[in-house]
Every structure is written in C-alpha cells, then in structure tokens.
C-alpha cells in the first residue's frame, strides 16, 4: 500500500520532466561505474568465459571451448577435483562455523565493556583494534610463533602446566584452533569498532525510561541493545561470513606456505588456497574459474539467506 | 569531545598500521637489485682450472654496448654470492653491463612477465621447471647457443644434463645441484653413517633422554627423502615414457616402512615442517636430512655446537639422492637480437666456469671440471657431500611434472602424521591421482611446447 502511494508521484515527475534529461547524476557515477565496469564488471564476466575453457593465460594456442566441462569434472567423483575441491571447500565451512560466532560475539562483548565511562577505555579500544592494522602475512607469523612444537609460547606453557601439548601445525583438530585463535586476534577489533558505534548511536533516553520502569541489566540488553543493534549486526554477520569463506593467507604462512596438513587436499587447505594452486601453480585457469564461481554462487547464496533469515524478524 | 579524542587514537592506530605495513613490504617483496656498476671484486674470481674465461668474452663486431636483464630467485643469503659474481662479470666485460633481479613468487613473476612481453635476457629455471616453462612459452631452445658456449652432455652428471631437454631440444645448461645433505651434531654423532646399519646405530645411540637420534617432520621434506629411498630399493617415481606413476612398488612400501619405523624409534611424530631444523639447531638432535641450502643455517656459526654436514647415507642397495638443480635459460623475445643473445651466452659461459664461487653459497657446481678442481675439494662442507650429486635423480622433463607429485606428498604426509596406516592404500591411492593428473597434462600440453 504504501509502495503504490509512493509510486504515483514518481511516474508523474519522469513524465513532466523527461524532455529536459540532465546528464549531470550520469556524470556524478561515471567515475564509479567506469572503475566498477573495470575492475569487476569485466573480471567477472571474463571470468565466466575462462570457466568454459580449457585455458592458460600464457599458452592462447591450447585454447578450446569446452562448454560445461570444468563444471562436469567438478561434479565427477572420479576425478582429482573433485575431491580436492570439495574437501578444501568443506573446510573452508568449517572455519566459517568456528570463527562467525565468535567473531561476533566476542566483539559485541568487548563493545559492551568499552562503552562504558571506565577510566582507560580509549587505551583498550585501540589495544583491540590494534591487530587489525597489520597484514595477513604479519600476524599468521606471530602466532605460527607462538604455536610451533620447537618451544614455542603455548606449548611451552602447557607443558609448564602439565599439560599434553599437541602439535597445533601438523596435526588436527588442532590446526583449527590455531587458525581460528589467530583469525578471532587479529579481526576482531574491526567488528568491535563497527558495533561500538553502533552501540553509541543508542539513545540514552531508552535506557532511562527502562531504568525507571524498573527493567534490569539483562532486560535493557535483549529488549533494547540488541534490536537497536539488529540491522548494525546482518552487516557484521554478513561481512564476517564473506570474510571467514575467504581464508587463505592464515593457513598458508601458520604451515610454512601451505605444507603438511594444508597441502593440496589436506585437512587444512581453504577453498581459496585450492583455486590459487589449480589456477596460478597447475596453471588450469579454466577449472580455477569454475571452481570460483561455484564458490561466488554459494556465498551470495549465503549472504541472501543470512538477510532474508535476519530482516523477516523485523 | 569524546568522538575527538577517539579518532585521534584511531588515526595513531591507523599510522601505525601504515608502518607495519611498509615493513611487511620490504620482507615480502624481497626484489635485490644489484646496480650494473662494477664492483672492485674483479681480480678475486679466478678463473677455474679447465674454464677459459678470456677466451668467450668477445661480442661480434657490430655489437656495441650491451645491457643484460637476468632474473633468478635468490631472495635470501645466497642472493649477495650471485650479485658479486654478477658484479666481477660486469668488471670483466665492460661493453656487457649485467642487471641481477632476484625475485620471490619467482615463477608467477615470470608469467606475468611473459604476458606483458618484459621477460628478462636471461633466467635461472629449476631443473623440474624447464618443461613446464618450455610449454608454456617462457623460455626457448638454446641448441645453438649450447655450441657457443662450448658444453655438451660430457660436461656434467647426465640426469641433471637430460632435466634441461624437453622434446628433443635443449632449453637450459645446468649450473649447480643442491642435493639432499645429512647435517649432524658431531658432539652426540662422532662419526657420521654412511650406510643403513651404520645409520641405525648412530641413531639408536644418539637418542637418550631428551636427546632424538633422528628427527623427521610430517611435511617437507618427507617427500623428498621417500624419493630418494625409493631409488635406492630400486624403485622408480614413473614408467619409462612418464605416462605412469610406478611409486607404489615393493620398493615404493619398503621406502615408506623405514621412514615409519624411523620415526616411530628415533623421532617425535607430527612434527611442522621446519620444527626439525629448529630442534636440531638447539643441539637435542643427532641427524636430520635436509637440502644444502640449510648449510649455514644449522653448521658452522649458526649452531652453538659442532653442527656438520655430509653426504646423505645410503640406506638402500643402490646410490641415489634426491636434489634440484638451477639451471641457465633464455626467456622469450618478442624482438631477439644476436647480440643480446651472443652476450647472454658469454655471461653464462662466466657463469659456468665461476661456479666454485656459487658453490660457497652451499651448492655443487654442476659442471664435472668445477667440481674436480683443487679449489673446489679444499672447500667444505660442499666436497664431502658432492660425490653425492653423481647419482642425484631429477623427474622426467614433462610439462607440469611436479603436478604429479602432489598426491605422492600428500600420501608420504598422511602417513607421517598417521592419519593414515595402510602404506600400500597410501600409495595405490596417490598414483591413482597421479596417473590422472599425467593424463590430463598429457591432453593439455601436446607433445611439443608451440614455440618449436
């Protein structure tokens, strides 16, 4: 109903005014749309028609159509692909199962804290946001520090403890741990930044009148924190999971460059490192392109849902 | 008020962010760029005996000045050793002016600069790497510049001669091996084994208390240590025409029980890779195997006790070592010209006949006459583990061979970390892939690289 209503106006406007068009909002996107056209219009639908060839960037004579052939060998069992492929996309979910929850819940915890007026709360702000500063490459190496079995931190203080230390890098499950430990560090600071705002944004008012309505703590947070928070949060969740699919570099350096277990079909080898090695080391950049767009399509699947699931609560 | 304060120590953070940044940069960029102006090093390289350097520094007559782009990988300490020689040859050869750029990610830089047409004069190729960038238009056939330079086959050990042929033509000469070495820590291993049962002795005694007689990881380089056990029970990696994998023999099991029970009776299991470097390096261990690019990382001044390096014992009933090679090719040029390419076959020659001051890098000179020169014995460790290099193995020069590879790895390694016990299922299973892989390169790269 109120859709029509604000419809009808609108027609009438583009009618009155249709015969002086003005170039000016064209103008005002152009640098926009030419850069978007670019870099990710053109990628993606090249990327399409890698997907149905047989194709080597340096090799244009091994060129050939081969329809829906990469997607074919993607789906047979037989083949190579299919289980490095679906074994490294397996982990790949998994890690978004181990990190998303926490990455949105640790950082909502920590913005709880930080947005209170506790003396010092500008230090530990930017103490965790810190990590998020520094590069994959930098932080993987800290903590493939901290975990190696050669008297690295952590073991060295289970073993203080009188605990078994496992081989967090060569062995599983505890490969994901180290991931995910190191990935929670060194990421969670940026959702707390986004949510403390958020959190800001909050009226006091709401507060005060829950207070002398007699509400307590507990109450405050789930009838007013959270909804207040909600369409702050489908973002959160939504760049989280898009994040966590897109896992490479944590693995790749915690194993010396993606050895042991994270080899190709290893148990800790992400989906993304598996596409990089068809496409940049195999140099089969048609099969890369396939997989990658199996990928695309099961993240904006995800992303859909995820909106659909969070808004319909509203 | 507030708002302001927090953006001012967001703004430090953000600046910080910004200097670990640049940090990371120069540590992963890693591109060394020696200037061509000579250096003052020119009288110190002297010419090997055998190798007459004077002789092949002469550009045809209507070739002026000439200035050379030569890439290689050497992004860490063995960079410096190359870019003096690099140096000494631009002393040498006033009117060839040499520019080194050593890169890491070297063979996706080489791609993209095969794509953009600015491939440099001359490259450094890994001996398994020769096919795969033959096939895919990197580099090209030298057969002509071979007889310039004035090398054949005689010249060097024959597997790391016939890894630079790939369909009938030569595309790169050798210029060193890196085998695989044995380093010890003399103070637990006095004398080191050189065969099976001496080996298990030396392991068996050097392991007390805290104290490992053998350390093996379950990543890199368990791969290469299978390989070469398996050559040495007589096994092989492929059938004669490379269409086969065949790893998964008596031979092939028989490789994979010893590393097994050696691990099970002097190692610790699930080790990371590089964890047996780290634990050798605190003096608790007795042998490792590794590459000799390791030398000065775990010998000499890098250990604080007696860290040596030797030749890898022979387990087995024959000789064979696993080892790469680097070795010397041109790129493809869009506009090739004989005197670029006449001066790119004298810095090789340069190269060839000053190997002995690459090999203090910690490496063996390819070249049979290098290695036999009385300069060359009286350096250590390299000598003692060069008589090695005469049964080195290299995989068949077919394109995307280390492709195959990769289920053999993951084989070796799922056996080592034990998530896998049926040794011969292991093996089955990696040739299995393996074949397929070789099928499918097979369908994908013909017989004959296009530039043919």
């Keep these: ?314 | 008020m507030n708002g302001r304060r927090w953006s001012l120590t967001l703004l430090i953070v953000l600046l910080a962010g910004m200097l670990a940044a640049c940090g990371g940069g120069t540590t992963t960029g890693g591109a060394t760029t020696v200037p061509a102006t000579g250096g003052e090093t020119v009288a110190t390289t002297a010419p090997v005996a055998g190798g007459e350097t004077a002789g092949v520094g002469t550009l045809p007559a209507d070739c002026t000045t000439v200035a050379l782009d030569y890439w290689n990988p050497f992004t860490g300490p063995d960079g410096p050793f190359m870019g003096t020689l690099t140096d000494s040859f631009n002393a040498a050869n006033p009117n060839i002016q040499v520019v080194m750029t050593s890169q890491a990610e070297y063979y996706t830089q080489l791609g993209t600069a095969a794509a953009s047409n600015s491939l440099p004069d001359v490259a450094i190729i890994h001996a398994d790497q020769v096919a795969t960038q033959a096939f895919r238009n990197v580099i090209r056939p030298i057969d002509d510049m071979v007889a310039q330079v004035g090398v054949s086959g005689g010249d060097f050990p024959e597997a790391v001669w016939n890894a630079g042929e790939v369909a009938g033509k030569r595309y790169s000469i050798p210029l060193d091996i890196h085998p695989m070495t044995m380093f010890y820590n003399a103070d637990l291993v006095a004398t080191p084994p050189t065969t099976g049962d001496e080996f298990m002795q030396a392991a068996q005694a050097a392991t007390s208390g805290d104290n490992k007689g053998f350390l093996l990881t379950s990543g890199f380089p368990t791969q290469q240590i299978f390989s070469m056990l398996l050559y040495q029970y007589g096994g092989s990696w492929f059938n004669a025409d490379g269409t086969e994998a065949t790893w998964n023999s008596e031979a092939g099991v028989k490789a994979l029980q010893w590393m097994q029970d050696a691990q099970s009776n002097y190692s610790e299991p699930n080790l990371e890779v590089d964890a047996e470097l780290n634990a050798f390096k605190a003096g608790t261990v007795g042998m490792i195997w590794n590459g000799i690019w390791q030398t000065t990382n775990v010998t000499g001044e890098g250990v604080e006790f007696n860290g040596m390096a030797t030749a890898v014992p022979q387990i087995g009933d024959q000789p064979a070592v696993w080892a790469g090679s680097h070795q010397l090719a041109l790129p493809v040029q869009s506009d090739a010209d004989p005197c670029r390419d006449a001066a790119a076959g004298i810095f090789i020659k340069y190269l060839l006949d000053n190997s002995i001051e690459w090999s203090r890098a910690g490496q063996i000179p390819a070249s049979n006459a290098v290695r036999e020169s009385a300069d060359f014995q009286a350096l250590q460790p390299q000598a003692s583990i060069a008589p090695s290099v005469e049964s080195a193995i290299f995989p068949p020069s077919l394109p995307g061979i280390t492709d195959a590879f990769g289920p053999l790895e993951q084989a070796v390694v799922s056996v080592m970390s034990g998530t896998q016990t049926d040794l011969q299922a292991a093996l089955d299973e990696a040739a299995t892939a393996a074949n397929q892989i070789l099928a499918e390169n097979k369908t994908n790269f013909g017989d004959a690289p296009a530039g043919q």
Excluded: C
């Design chain 1, 1 to 314: 109903m109120a859709t029509t209503a604000r419809q009808e106006p609108v027609a009438t406007t583009r009618a009155g005014k249709r015969r002086r068009v003005s170039i000016t909002p064209y103008l005002f996107i152009l640098p926009h749309l030419l850069v978007f056209a670019l870099f990710l219009g053109w990628p993606f639908f090249y990327g399409l028609y890698i997907s149905f060839h047989n194709f080597d960037y340096l090799r244009p004579e091994a060129q050939r159509f081969v329809g829906l052939g990469n997607y074919a060998n993607l789906f047979n069992p037989a083949s190579v692909q299919f289980t490095r492929f679906w074994s490294a996309l397996g982990n790949t979910l998994q890690f978004v199962l181990y990190s998303v929850p926490l990455l949105v819940a640790l950082p909502l915890g920590l913005a709880l804290l930080l947005n209170t007026k506790t003396p010092g709360r500008n230090i530990f702000r930017a103490i965790y946001f810190a990590p998020w500063t520094l590069s994959v490459a930098v932080a993987s190496l800290l903590w493939w520090w901290i975990f190696q079995s050669q008297g690295g931190l952590a073991n060295y203080y289970l073993e203080a403890l009188g605990f078994d230390a496992p081989r967090w890098l060569s062995s599983m499950p505890w490969g994901w741990f180290a991931v995910v430990i190191a990935t929670v560090w060194w990421t969670a600071g940026f959702n707390m930044i986004i949510l403390l705002a958020a959190l800001q944004d909050i009226p006091a008012y709401l507060y005060e009148a829950a207070s002398i309505d007699g509400a307590t703590g507990w109450q405050a947070f789930t009838r007013i924190t959270l909804p207040m928070l909600r369409p702050v949060l489908v973002f959160i969740v939504t760049t989280t999971i898009i994040a966590s699919f897109n896992l490479f570099g944590q693995p790749f350096f915690m194993t010396s460059g993606g050895q042991g277990i994270a080899l190709d079909g290893g148990p800790l080898e992400p989906v993304m490192l598996q596409i990089y090695r068809e496409g940049f080391v195999r140099n089969v950049q048609g099969s890369a392109s396939a997989m990658s767009f199996i990928v695309a399509s099961l993240m904006i699947l995800v992303s859909y849902l995820n909106f659909r699931f969070l808004r319909q609560k509203d």
